[in-house]
Structures are given as structure tokens and as C-alpha cells.
């Protein structure tokens, strides 16, 4: 069987000159105008694939996306635009994504049903977190001590047995009120 031998030219990392003073000139020009940077395209090869992947970068923050529109979504929150408006309480958000869990709150919709107990939840991530009870899975562990935790906020709420942090501490409840206005509960 005859072997198939491909010659791959590996890519130039440097530009022409004339390319890169105009690809500047243009840049510049864009600053200028809008006060934001272009998105940077960027193309990494795959070893496995032998396929280049194509990366959008973020020119506020650096943050890399698969998908340009991904990158434009992002960049809503650099900009403050939020063009999806809720219908219920008129609240505005940068996504669609965001804006559907959002009228979630109003419709009282819940999708995400745990197939244990069928306890049902407005977001995925949520019922990800619920199952937890049933698998007994702790995926948070204290760096301190080692116990583990279902959520990052069971494990945030311990953390704070290691330190002196006391948000809810009866003495500074004290001392916001006078003798007479402490609360029989205490």
C-alpha cells in the first residue's frame, strides 16, 4: 500500500509588513472612534484533529470564546447594553439566555425535575446541586480540613469555623441595641 505523505506548511506567526502596519493603522483608527478594541481572532491546531480551532478573544478582559457570537453576547457586559427586556416586570438583561431563567421567577415554571424524588427546579444548575443529596456526592472540600461539601455555599458557610468571621455574632447583636430593645430569642 502506497504511503500518503502531505506537505502542511506551518503558518507564519509574523505578517507581512505592509499587513501588519495597515492591520495597526486600522486598529488605532477603531480605538479612536468607538473606545473599544476588535475582538482578536486567534487559530489554534488540534493534535488529535489536525483541525484548526478558531478562538475569539475578548479585548476587555482576555476571556476566549469557540463562537463569535458567543464573544459579541460577552461584550455586553463590558458595554452595559442589555437589549432583552422582560415583559413582566420590565427588568433588562445582556442575554436571552438570562432573561428566560429570569421570567422563570414569574411564571413559576420549573423544567429541571430530579427523577428520585421528583422535586422540580427552575434552573439546571440547581437540580445538579439537588441530586447531590441523593448521591451523597461532595464535590467542595475544605482546603483546611478535608470535609467535603454538596455546594460551594455549604462549603463558604464552614470556612468560616476556621477563622474569626462571625456575621451573626450574639455579642455585636447586643451592642445594636439598647437593654431594652434585646429580643426575648436571644
Not at 86 to 100: A, N
Given at each position: 500500500?502506497?504511503?500518503?505523505?502531505?506537505?502542511?506548511?506551518?503558518?507564519?506567526?509574523?505578517?507581512?509588513?505592509s499587513q501588519s502596519e495597515t492591520a495597526v493603522k486600522e486598529e488605532s483608527a477603531e480605538t479612536e472612534a468607538t473606545g473599544h478594541?476588535?475582538?482578536?481572532?486567534?487559530?489554534?491546531?488540534?493534535?488529535?484533529?489536525?483541525?484548526?480551532?478558531?478562538?475569539?478573544?475578548?479585548?476587555?478582559?482576555?476571556?476566549?470564546?469557540?463562537?463569535?457570537?458567543?464573544?459579541?453576547?460577552?461584550?455586553?457586559?463590558?458595554?452595559?447594553?442589555?437589549?432583552?427586556?422582560?415583559?413582566?416586570?420590565?427588568?433588562?438583561?445582556?442575554?436571552?439566555?438570562?432573561?428566560?431563567?429570569?421570567?422563570?421567577?414569574?411564571?413559576?415554571?420549573?423544567?429541571?425535575?430530579?427523577?428520585?424524588?421528583?422535586?422540580?427546579?427552575?434552573?439546571?444548575?440547581?437540580?445538579?446541586?439537588?441530586?447531590?443529596?441523593?448521591?451523597?456526592?461532595?464535590?467542595?472540600?475544605?482546603?483546611?480540613?478535608?470535609?467535603?461539601?454538596?455546594?460551594?455555599?455549604?462549603?463558604?458557610?464552614?470556612?468560616?469555623?476556621?477563622?474569626?468571621?462571625r456575621p451573626y455574632d450574639h455579642l455585636s447583636l447586643c451592642e445594636t441595641f439598647s437593654s431594652k430593645e434585646i429580643p426575648e430569642?436571644?
Amino acid at each position: 500500500m502506497a504511503e500518503l505523505k502531505m506537505d502542511i506548511e506551518e503558518p507564519s506567526l509574523q505578517p507581512p509588513r505592509s499587513q501588519s502596519e495597515t492591520a495597526v493603522k486600522e486598529e488605532s483608527a477603531e480605538t479612536e472612534a468607538t473606545g473599544h478594541q476588535p475582538y482578536r481572532r486567534t487559530k489554534r491546531k488540534s493534535l488529535k484533529t489536525k483541525k484548526a480551532t478558531i478562538h475569539h478573544d475578548c479585548a476587555v478582559c482576555g476571556r476566549r470564546f469557540k463562537k463569535r457570537d458567543h464573544l459579541k453576547e460577552h461584550e455586553r457586559v463590558h458595554s452595559g447594553d442589555k437589549p432583552f427586556n422582560c415583559t413582566y416586570c420590565h427588568k433588562r438583561f445582556t442575554s436571552g439566555s438570562d432573561l428566560k431563567v429570569h421570567a422563570r421567577t414569574h411564571t413559576k415554571e420549573r423544567p429541571y425535575e430530579c427523577n428520585v424524588c421528583g422535586k422540580s427546579f427552575s434552573q439546571a444548575g440547581h437540580l445538579q446541586t439537588h441530586v447531590r443529596i441523593h448521591t451523597g456526592e461532595k464535590l467542595f472540600e475544605c482546603p483546611v480540613c478535608g470535609k467535603g461539601f454538596k455546594s460551594r455555599y455549604e462549603l463558604r458557610i464552614h470556612a468560616r469555623t476556621h477563622t474569626k468571621e462571625r456575621p451573626y455574632d450574639h455579642l455585636s447583636l447586643c451592642e445594636t441595641f439598647s437593654s431594652k430593645e434585646i429580643p426575648e430569642t436571644l
